[in-house]
Structures are given as structure tokens and as C-alpha cells.
């Protein structure tokens, strides 16, 4: 790719108000792909990882991690919009209970945690362009969460790229889309663009907690912080043991004896039966990670493009409702890739506690029922269970795939699931109240009529 092509990209970032730090940064993940860049991960190049320290050995450090709570910030990523599961706003408005969203758990968390140690916490929020007006306006209610670091930073935007002509995407029908997001790995230059880092640091804060917005297991933990803390650790990842529902999932991995992430947009097509094996490759990224702001610092001062993160290149039609739109690429980086970048990065084990995540209406269904609840302390985490570990739930995408359907055919609230293994649903359905599934339960209507599952209904093994 030659210059020229190379200014179009960096003059309509510029016309579009992003700074040069981002332009940097997007103008050589560009010229990599264009080039031939190995945009994929071989599983000859890698080797597994065998074992890690775990948060129950971190115990000894929980007083540190009390002390140094006065220097750290909890950083949540607030740009998703859920469009995958129907929604046209930020995931974290949604409803995990009644009249209560992710963005209200997450402020209480915050809240809870600054009563208990004593310590101010700012509460961050990396918004995009899309999420931002709304969030703000949800979190104006709880007027104790202000200090004087600001509530939020923007993730940058990038241009699509025509996959003919590699040059900038245009499209007049909606110029909107000829922009799309970069990616959570835009994390570390978003910090340094907005100003966010320098204040930070400014005000004495070293130890970042980053986690999504959609995870609501994950707050600032004591041990964790303090392990950090005490081994100058620059970079930290939380990892959870592979099951077979997170075989498709990102695995942690090493190369070139560093720790590395291999996520499946990065896995050659040869290498999918190695990428799924959970025996092998037996850590996911959870995306709680622990970031030392002074390294990171350090590390951005050295590369004024931005962390030298590995590029993952999507294809897909610039309007998803529109099959004559061209295609186009997206470059995309991701936050935990990072962990190859830091000298001294470690991982640690976490229980699935520390994850919760709500990706599907699966997922949501879940948090909806009593298979979770809400510790004393805003977290939403299993409940004691016959099966803690194993519940999968995999509904109809023609009848559930969105919120609004799943709604719907819930209308009369979610079921009973504190004793299901797997559910499974094939076909419209609607759902009276108080219906129980256990073990391994499944639901089939292969007519296109819709069945009611009346009131008390107790289905699975019997």
C-alpha cells in the first residue's frame, strides 16, 4: 500500500476529529494487513499453558491490596450496544432484575467497595460516541459516585475499508456506517488521547481494574490488587478454567516464551480441533485485567503509535439489512492481546464467580433466574448449585434470539434454573409463571403454532 492510500485514510480520520496517536495507530495496522501481514496464530507457533498461580494462594496479599485501594481505578468498558441480541443502546441499561441494570449494579459495586475500604475508587467508563449521552444520565442519580477525575473517556472510531479498492468505505446512505469500532485493545491509546491517563497519574492513581461493563462479577478485588502491587506486576490477566462452553472462546497461550492470547478470528482453520481443545489449551481470558498506569505510560512513551497489538481482520457488508453493500474489512485489536506487550506480565486463576458476562439472550436468561444472585455487595455471581459449573442454555435464535422475544415468551417471569444442567428449546414457546427445568431439560415444537408451558410447570430428567 503507498502513501497516497495511506493519507486518504489519515485525511478523513482527521476531518473526523481523531487525534494523531489513533491515526498512527490505524494507519500501520492498515499498511500490515495490506501488505500480508499474518493476521492468524498457528498452533505450531505457540506452546500450552500448563499451570498458573490461583487467586486462593493470594491470601497474604489482601492488606496490601486494602492500602493500595487509595491509588487504584475501576475502568469499565461501556461501548457495546448489544445489536446482537436486538438492542439499538448501551448493554449496560438493560435489566438484570427489576428496575435494576448492569449500570446501577456497577455503581453500587463501586459504592460498596469505597464504604468498606475507606478509599475514594473513581469509577471510569470508556464510552463510545453511542453510549455516552445515555450512561451519563443513568449514573446522574447516584450523586456520591463524582470525584474530580471524570466519569468517562471516548473509544476512538476507525474508517472501514473497501476490500476491492482498500481504500475508505463510502457509503451516502448512512455515513455512519462507513465508520466502525476498533476494537477494546483501542483501550491504551483512548487512555492517552483523552487526557484520562495523565490525570490519573496525576493524582497519585497507579493500578487500573479493567473489566466489561457486561460482566458483573467482576470488582476490584483486595488480593489480587495487593498481589499486583507488591510484585510491580505491569500487567495482569484473570483467567478461568476452559469448559466445554467456552471452547470458541480466546486462550491464553505462549510464544516466544512470553504469555500471549489467541482468540478464534486468529486461529487457522487447520488448527480449530487444537483451539477447541479445553485439555490443552485450558485458560480463557475472562477480560479482568489489572493495568500498572506508570508502565503503560512508559511503555506509550516509547511507541507514539500505540502498543504494537496483534490485528484481527473482520469481513462483512458495510449494512447488515442491505446485501447489495460492498464488503468490507474492520480492524479490530483486543484489550487482553496486550499481555505480550508488558515485560513481566502474568496471568492468575479466578473462579467463575468472576465471570458473568451477557453476550446472548442465553446468557441473559441465566441472570434473569435463580441461577444467579446478588451478593450483599452488588455482584451477581452462581448460586449454590447441585451444578455450578456446567449449566448451558441454547434457546431457539428464531424465537429468543433478542431481548424483546425473550420478553415476550417470558412474560410472566423467568423460570427456575438452580437445578438445570442444559437446557434446550426448539421452537416458539411462551412460558407461564413459576416454571422449573432441571437436570437436563429440553423443550421441542416443531409446528408453527405457539405452546404455552403452563403455570408450575416442572420439566427435565422426569
Not at 296 to 316: C, F, Q, T, V
Request: with cysteine; net charge negative; charged share 25%.
Amino acid at each position: 500500500m503507498d502513501q497516497v492510500q495511506l493519507d486518504r485514510f489519515a485525511k478523513k480520520m482527521r476531518l473526523g476529529g481523531l487525534p494523531a496517536i489513533a491515526i498512527e495507530s490505524f494507519s500501520r495496522a492498515v499498511r500490515f494487513v495490506a501488505e500480508g501481514g499474518a493476521t492468524t496464530i498457528g498452533e505450531d507457533q505457540i506452546e500450552a499453558v500448563a499451570a498458573l498461580e490461583s487467586l486462593e494462594g493470594l491470601r497474604e496479599y489482601e492488606e496490601v491490596g486494602r492500602k493500595a485501594a487509595s491509588r487504584a481505578v475501576v475502568i469499565k468498558l461501556n461501548g457495546g450496544l448489544g445489536t446482537s441480541m436486538g438492542l439499538s443502546r448501551a448493554k449496560s441499561l438493560l435489566p438484570v432484575r427489576a428496575g435494576i441494570s448492569f449500570l446501577d449494579l456497577i455503581a453500587r459495586q463501586t459504592l460498596a467497595q469505597r464504604a468498606s475500604w475507606g478509599s475514594e475508587l473513581p469509577l471510569v467508563l470508556m464510552n463510545s460516541y453511542r453510549t455516552r449521552g445515555e450512561t451519563l444520565a443513568a449514573l446522574a442519580q447516584y450523586e456520591d459516585l463524582a470525584t474530580d477525575i471524570p466519569l468517562d473517556f471516548l473509544q476512538h472510531r476507525v474508517p472501514r475499508i473497501d476490500t476491492d479498492t482498500w481504500a475508505p468505505v463510502e457509503w451516502a446512505a448512512d455515513e455512519s456506517l462507513e465508520w466502525c469500532p476498533p476494537g477494546h485493545g483501542d483501550l491504551y491509546i483512548a487512555l492517552k488521547s483523552s487526557g484520562m491517563l495523565d490525570q490519573l497519574l496525576a493524582k497519585g492513581i497507579r493500578w487500573a481494574f479493567i473489566s466489561n461493563a457486561d460482566n458483573l462479577g467482576a470488582v476490584l478485588d483486595a488480593q489480587v490488587l495487593g498481589w499486583v502491587a507488591a510484585n510491580e506486576i505491569p500487567f495482569a490477566m484473570e483467567v478461568a478454567e476452559r469448559t466445554e462452553a467456552d471452547r470458541k472462546g480466546g486462550h491464553l497461550a505462549r510464544m516466544n516464551g512470553r504469555l500471549m492470547l489467541r482468540e478464534v478470528a486468529q486461529c487457522k482453520e487447520e488448527d480449530l480441533i487444537s483451539f477447541q481443545d479445553v485439555a490443552k489449551h485450558r485458560y480463557f481470558n475472562t477480560n479482568n485485567l489489572w493495568l500498572d498506569l506508570e508502565a503503560l505510560s512508559r511503555e506509550l512513551d516509547a511507541s507514539p503509535g500505540g502498543l504494537a497489538l496483534p490485528i484481527i481482520a473482520n469481513e462483512k457488508r458495510v449494512s447488515v439489512s442491505d446485501d447489495t453493500s460492498p464488503r468490507c474489512f474492520q480492524l479490530e485489536t483486543a484489550m487482553g492481546s496486550a499481555i505480550e506487550c508488558f515485560e513481566g506480565a502474568q496471568a492468575i486463576v479466578v473462579p467463575r464467580d468472576r465471570f458473568a458476562p451477557v453476550k446472548t439472550t442465553n446468557e441473559l436468561l441465566m441472570l434473569w433466574s435463580d441461577a444467579y444472585e446478588v451478593t450483599i455487595d452488588s455482584r451477581m455471581v452462581l448460586a449454590e448449585r447441585e451444578s455450578r459449573r456446567d449449566l448451558v442454555i441454547d434457546l431457539d435464535t428464531r424465537f429468543y434470539g433478542t431481548v424483546d422475544k425473550l420478553a415476550e415468551r417470558f412474560a410472566e417471569g423467568p423460570p427456575s434454573l438452580a437445578k438445570c444442567r442444559r437446557l434446550r428449546v426448539v421452537g416458539d414457546h411462551s412460558f407461564g409463571a413459576g416454571v422449573v427445568f432441571e437436570g437436563e431439560a429440553q423443550l421441542v415444537n416443531e409446528t408453527s403454532e405457539q405452546v404455552h408451558v403452563p403455570d408450575g410447570s416442572v420439566i427435565g430428567n422426569k
